[in-house]
């Protein structure tokens, strides 16, 4: 069970909560100009469901390596400059996500301490707002997973370069 929740959870509740923005959209247009009869709630509700599918799938793509990153920048450098400057920037980008995920429980606890209402539906504040608190702990999380998985499994960090075209190149020229 936890490898699928480790594999798989940012995957599962983001999907869901794309196709349940979409359905809600859909239903939004179609019962305001086929039946003229639009709903106040199911934007609200697409609103929500857009949030926690971006925040949860920043850690999704933490996971995968997948973020854009300038690597054809970083691939000039011979292979231990560009480690280097790999750590270097998941530092920074670690110490940001600590950040933010500190703010995110900040804004989290005003909220817990005045309540605000939605317009369309009257629901509580504090409960779509958790979605900063899931994605950036759990952006943070994952990038202290990846290290981990480097230092205690050999799992590399840095995409594979592709060592045979240079060669290529360079039996070319002679």
């Given at each position: 069970m936890y490898?699928?929740?480790?594999?798989?959870?940012?995957?599962?509740?983001?999907g869901v909560c794309v196709m349940i923005m979409c359905a809600m959209v859909?239903?939004?247009?179609?019962?305001?100009?086929?039946?003229?009869?639009?709903?106040?709630w199911s934007d609200e509700i697409a609103q929500y469901m857009m949030l926690w599918s971006v925040y949860l799938s920043v850690s999704w793509a933490v996971r995968e390596r997948a973020h854009i990153r300038v690597m054809n920048f970083i691939n000039?450098?011979?292979?231990?400059?560009?480690?280097?400057?790999?750590?270097?920037?998941?530092?920074?980008?670690?110490?940001?996500?600590v950040f933010l995920t500190w703010q995110s429980v900040i804004l989290e606890i005003s909220f817990w301490e005045n309540s605000y209402r939605s317009p369309a539906l009257d629901i509580d504040q504090?409960?779509?707002?958790?979605?900063?608190?899931?994605?950036?702990?759990?952006?943070?999380?994952?990038?202290?997973?990846i290290y981990y998985r480097w230092w205690?499994?050999?799992?590399?960090?840095?995409?594979?370069?592709?060592?045979?075209?240079?060669?290529?190149?360079?039996?070319?020229?002679v």
């Open positions: 490898k699928i929740l480790e594999r798989r959870l940012e995957e599962v509740i983001a859909f239903l939004h247009v179609v019962l305001r100009y086929v039946f003229n009869e639009p709903l106040s000039l450098f011979p292979r231990t400059i560009s480690l280097g400057l790999t750590i270097f920037s998941d530092l920074v980008w670690f110490a940001m996500g504090k409960w779509p707002y958790l979605c900063l608190i899931f994605g950036f702990g759990l952006m943070t999380f994952r990038l202290l997973q205690k499994f050999d799992e590399p960090i840095l995409e594979p370069r592709n060592d045979g075209d240079k060669r290529e190149r360079e039996m070319t020229h």
